[in-house]
């Protein structure tokens, strides 16, 4: 048994802004991806992942009573028994949403009824997607917003406008001959997603950082969002380093301290601008950059993977 190949994704724009309504950008990332598996001989990971796979399986049972969903138990039940498990390339912890392809995966295979990617996609259909899918990988996360999961089950680019607005969208074509470049930068350590989403909602009990939230990380997550679409590469690059600057001043425990420096330094020669990608705390570190070779030079010793070009 070998199902359908689910992908990464990365959040361009909107972390932890979007808990508080900013817009949001999230892309498929084909370079890694999930599939649920069985094999005769499993490896010790296999068995691992199909021991998760059982308690998740739980789980699912205790929300499908809801009117939202409704799961195939039984087959998923004796899938589990015959040791499926979710075979992923996907890192964990690297804010490319490992969880995230999983749901999909369970989702697209067992859920009764399910929306499927022909149909038309109305936004009410995308939204109900977006709720089914939060409640699914809560199981992981504690909170979910469920966009992972609709990044990977949709595998197309998602334009977050609100929490209850959201659309698939187009990317801009990409200039493969250009300088500009988006890169995954990696940090070597794996984040960890509850423990940063617990420090961010403590950090949101005092006045002065919602309202450096509301008029300064929104305010520059919302413009990059639309310049990267309409493909205003200029203006883009000018709030990307407002936004970078607002990260390294007021969102320090998510960046791992090592880069603290690296961070800084970006913003002051222009070389590059770092930001976080998914929750932070580890796993990849976004990069923006207008010459991707000044940026490899600059940042030595790192290894950098290019995920879009301008």
């Not at 794996?190 to 949101?204: L, N, R, S």
Request: with cysteine; hydrophobic share 35%.
């Amino acid at each position: 048994m070998k199902g359908p190949l689910f992908y990464s994704k990365i959040l361009l724009f909107g972390e932890y802004g979007i808990i508080k309504d900013s817009k949001g950008l999230s892309i498929p990332y084909n370079f890694f991806k999930g599939a649920l598996k069985t094999d005769d001989n499993p490896s010790e990971e296999a068995k691992h992942s199909n021991e998760s796979l059982s308690k998740f399986a739980d789980y699912l049972a205790g929300i499908a009573s809801d009117e939202l969903v409704q799961f195939d138990m039984q087959a998923l039940r004796t899938d589990v028994a015959n040791g499926m498990y979710f075979d992923s390339s996907i890192p964990q912890g690297y804010g490319v949403g490992s969880s995230g392809a999983l749901v999909a995966a369970i989702y697209d295979k067992y859920a009764l009824d399910k929306i499927t990617v022909l149909e038309n996609l109305t936004r009410e259909k995308l939204l109900k997607l977006k709720v089914i899918f939060g409640q699914m990988e809560s199981f992981f996360h504690g909170k979910s917003s469920g966009l992972d999961p609709l990044n990977s089950y949709l595998s197309l680019p998602i334009l977050i406008n609100s929490k209850d607005n959201i659309e698939s969208t187009s990317l801009p074509t990409q200039n493969k001959e250009g300088k500009g470049a988006v890169f995954l930068l990696d940090s070597g350590i794996t984040g960890e997603t509850a423990p940063m989403v617990q420090i961010f909602m403590e950090q949101m009990k005092h006045e002065g950082f919602r309202s450096m939230l509301k008029e300064k990380f929104v305010k520059h997550t919302d413009a990059c969002v639309d310049h990267f679409l309409n493909g205003d590469v200029k203006g883009l690059f000018g709030h990307v380093k407002q936004l970078s600057h607002v990260v390294l001043d007021h969102f320090k425990p998510m960046i791992p301290a090592q880069f603290h420096e690296l961070w800084k330094k970006g913003i002051e020669t222009n070389d590059y601008y770092l930001k976080l990608c998914g929750s932070g705390g580890g796993g990849y570190i976004l990069g923006f950059t207008e010459d991707i070779q000044k940026a490899r030079t600059s940042l030595k010793g790192h290894n950098l993977e290019v995920v879009y070009n301008f």
